[in-house]
């Protein structure tokens, strides 16, 4: 009996970030394999996947160098318990990780996704502070705009009411800075000129509550969900010195800015800081499985070291824990970034895809900015580019252009009516021609008619 994909899926699947009744006029779209920046569906039609299937394929799909690593691996140990046990893989990833992190981040915690590693850095934040003798800093702090997965710790922290919005009565309260907004920078500077005027807002909120707060939590240089928003260095700068001044932990996104997604190793690079602890996941294992990590210092860990009738032990725990699998596909990415090949590639070719986007994007009527770091290049619509008015949301102007350019073999998943492109490191320039120009017609012809 011949299956029917899509409709099999409709029976049965509740897709994430989607609005159901959308299916019915855009089923799901059954992918049967993907090899590079390709997606391959079960009737054999390609798509670019331009958005790195959430941000996690770093290295392109069914890369040799993972899958081998996955494959030796999956005959040997497949998972096994993480208290008091451990594995070599987890041991040697730990061992290589280190050397690219920022100095002074010693000690690797294991969660299975993003927002399980959020949680693990507000708890250990929160605990180290119970137990030092600050029992008075039990808040937390975070941008405007901001997005930092979706568990209840997590989506307090965050700030896009889309996620948000229905489960305030249960969230935290957080205290809120405003972010950066350089496109609509309230002191009339750019990104070039300025001097980070907008840190005003932080210092009055560290002066009022920096007392009572255990930790800020921010994405570092580039806010993803509130729609690709770019922010200078020295913004991060100014909040390293300013956590240090209160006595407040410094937690760093690195979730979907990790693994040169913003051009080095790290978006803290850029600033030339250390973070108190670091979250990372997506490109830690290629997007080939679920694995996140909260890294911090000695201090931090310092404080949790006694005996186990102090309970001062840390008791947070995953199942998937430092999980063999997840470990072994990350020393597979770690294999091909230690060559340095990708770093020679993203030299060449990131100046070109940023030039390319730049002059084909930046003319148009509608188009109020262009912004790049690394190899992501966000293009935010706007109804009026002088008075950067946007157009109204039940409009869906972003999700028109998406529809346009899935038919024409381009994945370009919207935040609102900002396009982007976040594709695989290892993207050619015929593929950012190439789906430049598909992006750009999809766009005309939704705006210009």
Same mark, same amino acid.
């Given at each position: 009996?011949?299956?029917? @994909?899509?409709?099999?899926?409709?029976?049965?699947?509740?897709?994430?970030?989607?609005q159901?009744?959308?299916?019915?006029?855009?089923?799901?779209?059954?992918i049967?394999?993907?090899?590079?920046?390709?997606?391959?569906?079960?009737?054999?039609?390609?798509?670019?996947?331009?958005?790195?299937? @959430?941000?996690?394929?770093?290295?392109?799909?069914?890369?040799?160098?993972?899958?081998?690593?996955?494959?030796?691996?999956?005959?040997?140990?497949?998972?096994?318990?993480?208290?008091?046990?451990?594995?070599?893989?987890?041991? +040697?990833?730990?061992?290589?990780?280190?050397?690219l992190?920022?100095?002074?981040?010693?000690?690797?915690?294991?969660?299975?996704?993003?927002?399980?590693?959020? +949680?693990?850095?507000?708890?250990?934040?929160?605990?180290y502070?119970?137990?030092?003798?600050?029992?008075?800093?039990?808040?937390?702090?975070?941008?405007?705009?901001?997005?930092?997965?979706?568990?209840?710790?997590?989506?307090?922290?965050?700030?896009?009411?889309?996620?948000?919005?229905?489960?305030?009565?249960?969230?935290?309260?957080?205290?809120?800075?405003?972010? !950066?907004? =350089?496109?609509?920078?309230?002191?009339?500077?750019?990104?070039q000129?300025?001097?980070?005027?907008?840190? =005003?807002?932080?210092?009055?909120?560290f002066?009022?509550?920096?007392?009572?707060?255990a930790?800020?939590?921010?994405?570092?240089?580039?806010?993803?969900?509130?729609?690709?928003?770019?922010?200078?260095?020295?913004?991060?700068?100014?909040?390293?010195?300013? =956590?240090?001044?209160?006595?407040?932990?410094?937690?760093?996104?690195?979730?979907?800015?990790?693994?040169?997604?913003?051009?080095?190793?790290?978006?803290?690079?850029?600033?030339?800081?250390? !973070?108190?602890i670091?979250?990372?996941?997506?490109?830690?294992?290629?997007?080939?499985?679920?694995?996140?990590?909260?890294?911090?210092?000695?201090?931090?860990?310092?404080?949790f070291?006694? +005996?186990?009738?102090?309970?001062?032990?840390?008791?947070h725990?995953?199942t998937?824990s430092?999980?063999?699998?997840?470990?072994?596909?990350?020393?597979?990415?770690l294999?091909?970034?230690?060559?340095?090949?990708?770093?020679?590639?993203?030299?060449?070719?990131?100046?070109?895809?940023?030039?390319?986007?730049?002059?084909?994007?930046?003319?148009h009527?509608?188009?109020?900015?262009?912004?790049?770091?690394?190899?992501?290049?966000?293009? +935010?619509?706007?109804k009026?580019?002088?008075?950067?008015?946007?157009?109204?949301?039940?409009?869906?102007?972003?999700?028109?252009?998406?529809?346009?350019?899935?038919?024409?073999?381009?994945?370009?998943?919207?935040?609102?009516?900002?396009?982007?492109?976040?594709?695989?490191?290892?993207?050619?320039?015929?593929?950012?021609?190439?789906?430049?120009?598909?992006?750009?017609?999809?766009?005309?012809?939704?705006?210009?008619?």
């Amino acid at each position: 009996m011949k299956i029917n @994909w899509q409709k099999e899926d409709l029976k049965h699947i509740w897709h994430p970030c989607s609005q159901m009744k959308d299916y019915e006029e855009l089923p799901p779209i059954v992918i049967e394999k993907g090899q590079g920046i390709n997606l391959y569906d079960i009737n054999g039609k390609e798509y670019k996947d331009v958005v790195s299937s @959430w941000w996690c394929n770093l290295l392109g799909h069914c890369n040799p160098v993972i899958s081998k690593r996955l494959k030796e691996q999956a005959d040997k140990l497949e998972h096994v318990i993480f208290a008091n046990f451990s594995h070599k893989p987890v041991i +040697e990833l730990c061992m290589r990780l280190q050397k690219l992190l920022p100095k002074g981040l010693t000690k690797f915690n294991f969660a299975d996704n993003g927002s399980s590693a959020i +949680e693990m850095a507000m708890k250990l934040s929160f605990q180290y502070f119970q137990q030092t003798g600050f029992s008075e800093k039990k808040r937390f702090m975070a941008l405007s705009d901001a997005y930092h997965g979706e568990t209840i710790g997590a989506l307090s922290i965050g700030a896009c009411d889309l996620y948000s919005k229905i489960y305030k009565p249960i969230l935290l309260d957080v205290i809120r800075i405003q972010a !950066p907004d =350089c496109y609509r920078c309230p002191f009339n500077k750019n990104r070039q000129n300025c001097n980070c005027e907008c840190f =005003c807002d932080c210092e009055k909120q560290f002066e009022k509550y920096g007392a009572q707060t255990a930790a800020i939590l921010v994405e570092p240089l580039l806010q993803g969900s509130a729609g690709m928003k770019i922010y200078p260095a020295l913004y991060l700068k100014k909040l390293r010195e300013i =956590c240090d001044k209160y006595n407040v932990h410094l937690i760093l996104d690195e979730i979907a800015t990790g693994f040169y997604r913003t051009g080095k190793m790290f978006a803290c690079n850029h600033a030339n800081i250390t !973070p108190d602890i670091m979250c990372v996941s997506k490109g830690l294992t290629g997007g080939y499985m679920p694995m996140a990590i909260a890294i911090t210092t000695d201090k931090i860990y310092n404080a949790f070291y006694d +005996e186990y009738n102090t309970h001062k032990a840390f008791m947070h725990s995953h199942t998937y824990s430092g999980n063999p699998l997840g470990a072994s596909c990350a020393l597979g990415v770690l294999d091909i970034l230690e060559t340095g090949e990708i770093q020679k590639h993203l030299a060449e070719v990131t100046p070109y895809f940023n030039n390319l986007i730049k002059e084909k994007f930046l003319n148009h009527k509608n188009i109020g900015e262009v912004r790049s770091i690394g190899l992501i290049n966000a293009i +935010e619509i706007v109804k009026n580019k002088n008075t950067k008015e946007s157009f109204d949301s039940k409009l869906r102007t972003g999700y028109q252009i998406y529809k346009k350019a899935l038919k024409k073999g381009v994945l370009l998943r919207p935040l609102g009516d900002v396009i982007y492109f976040n594709p695989p490191l290892i993207i050619d320039k015929k593929d950012m021609d190439y789906v430049t120009n598909i992006a750009f017609e999809c766009l005309c012809e939704t705006l210009d008619n």
